[in-house]
């Protein structure tokens, strides 16, 4: 079955970075859409960045276009994070997503992870 796991959540400072991380395994790699939302508590999840099978295209939040970075290692089945100039406002539990379809991953209705956790002090 596919499985999706984040890892390198923590606690960082306002202005500080991260990297996320998220291991794939159970489907077929390149074939997937790769995508990471958040969820903030009391708030909805939402749509952070999105990746192309063959890596791309990406797209982005208009709240972390410029700040974020989203990559992948097909040889790894591993799709990343790269998150600059954090404000507290990007504390939430992030999570990793896949589907062969850009609009099932942007809907949010694709394969979930289990989520990690990233909180930025002010």
């Known amino acids: 079955q596919v499985q999706l796991v984040e890892s390198g959540g923590g606690l960082v400072q306002t202005g500080g970075s991260l990297r996320l991380s998220c291991a794939a395994s159970g489907l077929t790699f390149t074939e997937n859409v790769m995508g990471w939302f958040r969820q903030a508590p009391g708030k909805e999840r939402e749509f952070v960045a999105s990746i192309t099978g063959s890596g791309v295209d990406s797209y982005y939040a208009d709240s972390v276009q410029g700040r974020f970075t989203i990559s992948r290692d097909n040889a790894k089945d591993t799709m990343y994070l790269q998150m600059n100039s954090l404000k507290p406002e990007d504390t939430a539990v992030y999570y990793c997503?896949?589907?062969?379809?850009?609009?099932?991953?942007?809907?949010?209705?694709?394969?979930w992870g289990q989520g990690t956790q990233v909180t930025v002090s002010s």
């Open positions: 997503t896949a589907d062969f379809s850009l609009v099932v991953v942007r809907a949010g209705r694709g394969f």
